[in-house]
């Protein structure tokens, strides 16, 4: 890789080495224990891109409906969310 120092080269390698031996272990057994058993090697926890401070606001503003909402309660459940992720 043109311009890359050696060592972060090499750690990539690394890196995707031991992805790849996590990936062929989970489904190398398709089964809900093997899937246990290969996340359970000391892998860390994988943060979703989208998993903002509190799912809960995002729940709350999914499952309104909005067709049905008058303008005092959109702005309190607005208000509330905004107050929940303050």
């Known amino acids: 890789?043109?311009?890359l120092?050696?060592?972060v080269v090499e750690?990539?390698?690394?890196v995707l080495e031991k992805l790849e031996k996590y990936?062929?272990?989970?489904?190398a057994d398709e089964s809900s224990?093997?899937?246990q058993k290969a996340a359970g090697a000391k892998a860390s926890a994988q943060i979703s891109l989208f998993a903002g401070p509190d799912?809960?606001?995002l729940n709350e503003l999914r499952s309104a409906d909005v067709s049905s909402l008058s303008?005092?309660?959109a702005l309190r459940i607005l208000k509330a969310a905004q107050e929940r992720l303050a």
């Open 55 to 57: 799912e809960g606001v």
């Open 5 to 7: 120092p050696q060592v």
């Open 33 to 35: 224990n093997g899937m």
């Open 23 to 27: 990936e062929l272990a989970v489904f």
């Open 71 to 73: 303008g005092d309660e």
């Open 11 to 14: 750690r990539a390698k690394a």
């Open 1 to 3: 890789m043109a311009g």
